[in-house]
């Protein structure tokens, strides 16, 4: 069983609509969250990070669910610019060999 | 800052060819890590290095070697290369005991013939 599990998407969806992204990870003992956007051929850059209270940044809102063990990343009002994959992030422990990838989730936002 | 560097951008090479990758970090970053990225696939850690002097194999190291030999620079080294390494490599490094966010080069995109 993968540590990390995401819907490889596509999702397609049209501007300012809302859209929604699960991950699951299969470890209880995980520590900390983070969503990841990766652009076409770029590297993975920083989204936000999933605390246990949620956090939101703009249009984007990030939550954790320990006791289903997912987290989720809402984007409002999708712009054509939010067009990436997005990659989920968990940490076991301190370590970089604790670090887990999901696959990503492909989304096209259409005018 | 430049942040994480990688060379080279693009690399064909033939099988049984050795060559390095090279990476850079200018954050004084304890972690740095090296990745692989194939369709389908996510992100497979390679090798990783918790500080200069220390390594350690990751999901996916056969076929590869690293050094540490500086806080900065942690280059990869393809030591026979197989097409099954054609992939986009990817060197990452993070500070704050590992569990803060992590930055990433801007990728090596191997072709192994």
């Known amino acids: 069983r993968k540590e990390v599990e995401q819907d490889p998407g596509p999702f397609n969806v049209p501007e300012g609509a809302t859209v929604a992204f699960n991950c699951t990870y299969s470890?209880?003992?995980?520590?900390?969250f983070f969503w990841y956007r990766q652009d076409c051929r770029k590297e993975p850059k920083l989204l936000m990070s999933v605390y246990s209270s949620g956090n939101e940044d703009g249009r984007f809102t990030a939550q954790l669910n320990r006791a289903s063990q997912y987290i989720s990343l809402l984007i409002r009002d999708s712009k054509l610019s939010d067009s990436a994959t997005y990659l989920c992030?968990?940490?076991?422990?301190?370590?970089?060999?604790?670090?887990?990838f999901g696959t990503g989730t492909r989304l096209t936002v259409i005018p | 800052n430049a942040g994480v560097t990688q060379t080279p951008k693009f690399q064909v090479l033939k099988t049984g060819q050795s060559m390095t990758l090279q990476c850079a970090q200018d954050?004084?970053?304890?972690?740095m890590s090296w990745y692989r990225q194939d369709p389908g696939m996510g992100l497979r850690l390679i090798h990783y290095s918790v500080g200069a002097g220390i390594t350690d194999q990751g999901e996916v190291p056969n076929g590869y070697n690293v050094s540490r030999s500086t806080t900065e620079d942690f280059p990869l080294r393809l030591l026979s290369a197989a097409p099954s390494q054609t992939s986009v490599y990817f060197c990452?490094?993070?500070?704050?005991?590992?569990?803060?966010?992590?930055?990433f080069g801007p990728g090596t995109r191997l072709t192994v013939l």
């Open positions: 954050m004084n970053h304890e972690y």
């Open positions: 992030v968990v940490i076991l422990k301190t370590g970089a060999n604790n670090l887990f």
């Open positions: 990452a490094s993070t500070g704050g005991g590992g569990y803060n966010e992590q930055f």
């Open positions: 470890n209880s003992a995980s520590q900390s």
